[in-house]
């Protein structure tokens, strides 16, 4: 069965304090594996796109890395406004094209001043 | 912004009466999806269409049931709402990256927040 687990579920860190979060998959052939972020009260986010082992992308103080079992969304020198739910998800080889998303159930960041 | 607007934003109703939420997008994406948000449980698809009239099931689908006769608007109809169906509801779209089209990112609208008591 496709799985995606987010870790930890809630994690706090003062202002300047980098960190990551993970999130571990299991899937039949990974088509894309996506992060979102979330405030309350308000639609996911898109942030960023890996497709294949290896993968890298940043935008700002947010990088994000893929390897063939696990993604790391690393946060450098966070600030108060990166307070947020950050959502991973995966698209499956099984889902053909259909664009179907598994997501894992977030890791909530709280950053303090 | 990904033109994307829910209505309602919030809404109360009782146990077994209808509710129909309406998703309406103004960029021509031919993939719509509905999500439902859940403590403990994250995002989990109920149904998603590929087109006009073109329309299937996702992980949580029992109960709920769509339409889509416009390019732009996918409805969500709980023929008889349930407690167990409050939940927070998503429609999001499939865009374009200028990637493969096989793995173009979602993007998603504000939600509409249903209690059913």
């Known amino acids: 069965e496709d799985q995606v687990t987010q870790s930890p579920e809630a994690l706090r860190l003062q202002e300047g304090e980098s960190s990551s979060l993970n999130c571990s998959y299991t899937v039949s052939g990974l088509r894309g594996l996506f992060w979102y972020r979330q405030d309350p009260g308000k639609g996911p986010e898109f942030l960023f796109t890996?497709?294949?082992a290896g993968e890298e992308k940043e935008k700002e103080r947010l990088k994000a890395t893929l390897t063939k079992k696990e993604s790391f969304l690393h946060i450098t020198a966070p600030k108060p406004e990166d307070s947020a739910t950050y959502l991973c998800a995966v698209q499956a080889g099984g889902s053909g094209n259909t664009g179907k998303l598994i997501f894992g159930q977030g890791t909530t960041l709280q950053v303090k001043p | 912004d990904a033109g994307i607007t829910q209505s309602p934003r919030h809404k109360v109703t009782e146990t077994g009466t209808p509710v129909t939420l309406r998703c309406h997008q103004t960029e021509n994406h031919r993939y719509m999806y509905w999500y439902r948000q859940d403590p403990g449980h994250g995002l989990r698809l109920i149904h998603y269409?590929?087109?006009?009239?073109?329309?299937d099931k996702g992980e949580v689908s029992d109960g709920y049931s769509v339409s889509r006769s416009k390019t732009e608007d996918f409805l969500l109809t709980l023929e008889s709402a349930t407690s167990s169906q409050t939940s927070v509801y998503f429609c999001?779209?499939?865009?374009?990256?200028?990637?493969?089209?096989?793995?173009?990112?979602?993007?998603f609208g504000p939600g509409t927040r249903l209690t059913v008591l």
């Open positions: 269409s590929y087109g006009v009239k073109d329309t």
């Open positions: 999001a779209i499939r865009g374009t990256s200028g990637g493969s089209s096989s793995y173009n990112e979602q993007f």
């Open positions: 890996l497709y294949s």
